[in-house]
């Protein structure tokens, strides 16, 4: 195993962009946070507003770009049939698969940690001027709270979780743009579906969405209103991820290279 890690860091370092994309990730979350921080204002106070998920809107938009690092590091190595030579060496494909997935969700949290302090670092500093801050009775952007602690940790776990979900979609269909397709479908999709169903049908997909569900550990306030409640949002998602890591184990198994 400590051989195939090594092996997967080394090709993941090597692989062509990864190194921009995940500053592109970086950038893009903090962008989007910033921007969303910027121009949301409640000067009189009393706007259900949330401060930690408004500094955190930028996941939305980093996610694509972890979700695209994850799917480049399996699906380059079909597109260029390298995948061989790496099963050649480690002829164990299960451990190839765990490998990659531990390099990638080590990598993801990285990139996670730093978008995600830094965009409450400027969530701190910007919505307190437009009156949203402890002044009008908002909670303070700070991670000795606790729900701002835990929609911080959720967040990067939430990231780890998408690079592993887009690994085990990538795996399976062995295509670059068919996988960076079906996952950001599958992101981006619930929550247009839930807010053009019903209420309650409406609600009910958005308990299952990967996205919808799992971004539920953002928020801080007005938790009765969600559709599902924070950590169990983040185990929707965690479970599509073991559901396409687990296909990816199974077709791995079965198939040839």
Not at 85 to 107: E, M, N, S, W
């Amino acid at each position: 195993m400590t051989y195939a890690l090594r092996a997967e860091w080394t090709k993941l370092r090597s692989l062509r962009g990864t190194g921009w994309l995940l500053i592109a990730a970086i950038i893009s979350t903090v962008a989007v946070s910033v921007a969303a921080a910027a121009a949301v204002r409640c000067p009189a106070g009393g706007c259900a507003a949330d401060p930690a998920k408004i500094s955190l809107t930028g996941v939305y938009l980093g996610q694509a770009v972890i979700a695209i690092v994850a799917v480049l590091s399996i699906s380059d190595e079909y597109g260029t049939g390298m995948i061989r030579v790496t099963f050649a060496a480690v002829p164990r494909r299960i451990i190839v698969l765990a490998a990659k997935a531990t390099v990638l969700a080590g990598v993801a949290a990285l990139a996670g940690v730093i978008a995600i302090g830094v965009s409450l670092l400027a969530g701190a500093l910007i919505l307190p001027g437009h009156g949203i801050g402890p002044a009008h009775g908002y909670p303070a952007l700070s991670l000795a709270d606790g729900p701002v602690l835990r929609a911080a940790v959720g967040s990067v776990l939430y990231l780890m979780l998408i690079a592993l979900f887009s690994l085990g979609v990538a795996t399976c269909a062995r295509d670059s743009a068919a996988s960076i397709g079906v996952v950001l479908a599958l992101l981006y999709l619930f929550p247009i579906l839930g807010s053009v169903l019903g209420s309650n049908l409406g609600r009910h997909v958005q308990q299952l969405g990967p996205m919808t569900a799992g971004l539920a550990i953002q928020a801080t306030t007005n938790l009765s209103t969600l559709p599902i409640a924070p950590w169990a949002g983040l185990g929707v998602l965690a479970a599509w991820s073991a559901a396409a890591l687990m296909a990816a184990a199974l077709l791995l198994s079965r198939r040839h290279a």
